[in-house]
């Protein structure tokens, strides 16, 4: 069993920013990856990055978002600059088939 817990939700304006953390119960040798589910709709990928530290990023957060990790911590991040309303959901941590307890975003004037 691996525990993923995240922090670093809130409320921003927009065009502000916040950072996310999700530290693993051990030591994550696989890809992990940011997702979000907004009301009513279908949980989607936001970036997910290997290991080695290879990214990829959904288009909507394509240039405003970076995921990052520090391997020695078993922690992954995921900085997000110039928000936008839309952005507003719940974002989960996930590996493998590990989910986190999510962490609410939003995002208003």
């Known amino acids: 069993q691996v525990q993923l817990v995240e922090s670093g939700g809130g409320e921003v304006q927009p065009g502000g920013s916040l950072r996310l953390s999700c530290a693993a119960s051990a030591t994550i040798y696989g890809a992990m990856g940011w997702y979000r589910q907004a009301p009513g709709k279908q949980r989607e990928l936001v970036a997910d990055?290997?290991?080695?530290?290879?990214?990829n990023y959904a288009d909507p957060v394509r240039g405003r978002f970076t995921i990052s990790r520090d391997n020695a911590k078993n922690t992954v991040y995921l900085q997000m600059n110039s928000l936008k309303p839309e952005d507003t959901a719940v974002y989960y941590c996930?590996?493998?088939?590990?989910w986190g307890q999510g962490t609410q975003v939003t995002v208003s004037p």
């Open positions: 990055i290997t290991r080695r530290g290879s990214a």
């Open positions: 996930n590996f493998d088939n590990f």
